[in-house]
Each structure stands twice: as C-alpha cells, then as structure tokens.
C-alpha cells in the first residue's frame, strides 16, 4: 500500500497567517493527490482534487502544489472558518489511502 | 439537490454481520464509481472500498479485505457495504462518497456510526 505521510501533524496560527500543509507519498503518485477539510462532526469536504484544482466552491485562498512523492496545501490568508483538520489522500493505485491528517488551531 | 444518505449502524457484538446502505438522490448513480470510508472515534480518515459505475470491479483495503462487501443496485440509486467477522477495531464512523472528478470524493454522506461491541 501506499502510505501518506503529512506535516506537521498539528500547528498553531492565527487569522491572516499564511498555513502550509506538507504531505509525502511512499512512492511516486504522478498528480492523484487531493486535499480535504473536516470539522468536528461533519463529513470530509473536498478542497483540491489533482494536486492543484480547486473544487467548486472553494475559496482561492486554497491553493495545492506539488508532483511525485512530495505536495502543499497552502492557505493563503487563514480564516475564522479554516480551522479544521486537513487530509491529503492518493488515488494513484487501487487502493487509496489517506494521510493522518494535519489540525490547523487557533 | 446531490446528497447521500447512510444507514444501518448499530451495535453489534464481534464476529457477528451487518450491512449498510447509501441511498443517493439528485443524481444517477450508475454514473459514478461509489466509496466507502470510515473514522474510528477520534481518529483520522481511512479509506475502505471501492465500486466502479457497473460494479465489476471492487478493491478493498486490507484492514477489511475477505470480510467486507461493497455492492450496489443502480436501478434503486443505493449503494451497499455487507461487514461480516466484525472486530471491535471496525468501530467507526461510516462514510459513502462519490468518485468525482478525476478520482476525488467530492459528495460524502452525514456517515453512520457502527458499534462492535460485547
């Protein structure tokens, strides 16, 4: 399988701050990798899909970047309602897995 | 509007069986491969099974490979997820999700809690 590292793990920052989220695939995923937001007691929500595009809906302060084994999520100017946990997660082989996640706190 | 809804989940005692449904509404299901999820309390997000748009092929994660069956009725717009010899390590939040676009999840249901417990 294909395992799906993130970090930091858990950050502290403040609104206005710019965020950065770092996640390494085990092997190379070319471009399936797609980012996720949860809060507490609601489903995953689709963020970026492929590395770099932005689901519909999504604010443009979210931006993805990245190829092979190593991408980012960056938030470019955090909000009150950016505080969440984020996920990254591999669509490169049959079985998908996900990162351990990153929780952004105030 | 595009939304799925899951059900199904319980209590239930280890080794013993129980299925869960999505029912899927604002779309045509046939379209799309079908996912499902879970989060154990307090813990991240894993990814559990998958079926493509005509339910030929199905891939499981190992944690749950030989135990657990992913199916689905298109005609009924539902999605299936048959959980046999269930551990208490199957205790979990349980999601469906949509595959779209370009292998993302991109519609999730509330989830459905499953309990394995004596």
Known sequence: ?106 | QVQLVESGGGVVQPGRSLRLACAASGFNLRSYAMHWARQAPGKGLEWVAVIWSDGNKKYYSDSVKGRFTISRDNSENTLSLLMNSLRAEDTAVYFCARDWPRSSMDVWGQGTTVTVSS
């Open chain 1, 1 to 106: 399988d294909i395992q799906m590292t993130q970090s930091p793990s858990s950050l502290s920052a403040s609104v206005g701050d710019r965020v950065m989220i770092t996640c390494r695939a085990s092997q190379t995923i070319s471009r399936y990798l797609n980012w996720y937001q949860q809060k507490p007691g609601n489903p995953p929500k689709l963020l970026i899909y492929t590395v770099s595009s932005l689901q519909s809906g999504v604010p443009s302060r979210f931006s993805g970047n990245g190829s092979g084994t190593d991408f980012t999520l960056t938030i470019s100017s955090l909000q009150p309602e950016d505080f969440a946990t984020y996920y990254c997660q591999q669509s490169y082989s049959s079985l998908w897995t996900f990162g351990q996640g990153t929780k952004v706190e105030v």
